[in-house]
């Protein structure tokens, strides 16, 4: 039988070694990336064993009645290993609802990690969330991946862009130069009536926590940074986090050299998948058609970020 258990800060190094070994192993879901934001969100996440090994967890948060896995992730979802089988998972997911109703949770906001980012196939949880749990899919967005091995061709006007770069002489760098690039990021957000999620001290701290994981491509020009791309690295995918350019940078075809670069350097890397991240707006009902085209542009195609809703 499954049990369940709370997350507590003892169990840190053996969820830590679970996430590098389940089929999803994103570096997101560690204590040390969940946590460094942990005053915004109050911390719900759970353990399940079997025969006292773990076997699966949920990187879950609360607010006030309401279980959201994770409220600092863009998706998460329940985490298990390649040999734990589908009734097992099943097993997991009615331990996931007793759970909730001894903590008086009455809904849950599920959100599965798609499918790039899998290791291995795991989708066991997209059935147990509408079958076992009677989960609705309450909200889609489009995301914009491109297939590094069967890579479409990039369009006229993006390769223009990008030769319009080199023949200026722009070079692309890696750097630390967080309060500049923060800068940046946030003028060009403004504009949008926007602000960044992290602050150039917490970008320093996650980038020297996982300094394989975070990188920063910059372009600079007389000393200032005209564009800059804010890299996940994730096993077989990169995953731009934040694209951030200015007008200068915008004329010069400065990101889209900085893209392109990035896209090429993660083919050599053998990397599946370069994702881009949502174009939708309003809870996923509105496409930001120029922002999905820019995406595409390069070569990149539509998967869907779902969350789902479990009254329980």
């Given amino acids: 039988m499954v049990e369940f258990k709370l997350y507590t800060s003892s169990l840190k190094n053996e969820w830590d070694s679970f996430v590098e070994n389940c089929k999803t192993p994103l570096f997101f879901y560690k204590r040390d990336y969940l946590e460094y934001h942990a005053d915004r969100f109050l911390d719900s996440s759970i353990m399940f064993y079997k025969e006292g090994k773990l076997i699966g967890i949920f990187p879950a948060t609360k607010d006030n009645n309401t279980m959201i896995s994770h409220g600092g992730l863009t998706f998460g979802g329940v985490l298990v290993s390649v040999k734990t089988r589908i009734e097992t998972v099943i097993d997991i997911f009615n331990q996931l609802k007793a759970f909730s109703k001894s903590q008086g949770i009455n809904k849950i906001i599920y959100k599965p990690s798609p499918a790039p980012f899998h290791q291995y196939p795991s989708e066991e949880d997209l059935y147990c969330i509408q079958n076992v749990l009677q989960g609705i899919l309450y909200r889609r967005d489009l995301s ?48 949008h009536s926007a602000t960044a999620v992290h602050s150039p001290k917490e970008l320093e701290y996650l980038a020297s926590t996982f300094p394989d994981n975070i990188k920063l491509k910059i372009i600079k020009v007389d000393g200032e940074i005209i564009s800059a791309a804010l890299l996940f690295l994730f096993d077989g995918v990169t995953h731009t986090q934040y694209l951030a350019t200015n007008d200068k940078g915008r004329e010069c075809g400065a990101l889209d ?49 779902d969350a789902y809703e479990v009254v329980i």
């Fill in 257 to 305: 050299f900085i893209i392109e670069t990035s896209i090429q350097q993660s083919q050599d890397m053998n990397v599946k998948y370069f994702s881009f991240g949502i174009s939708t707006e309003q809870n996923g009902t509105v496409l930001n058609g120029g922002l999905a085209a820019q995406k595409e542009s390069f070569g990149a195609r539509t998967i869907c970020i």
């Fill in 144 to 191: 914009s991946v491109i297939k590094l091995s069967e890579r479409i061709k990039l369009s006229k006007g993006r390769k223009a862009l990008i030769s319009r770069a080199r023949k200026l002489g722009l070079e692309v760098e890696d750097s630390v130069d967080w309060v500049g690039f923060h800068t940046l990021l946030t003028s060009v957000l403004k504009k």
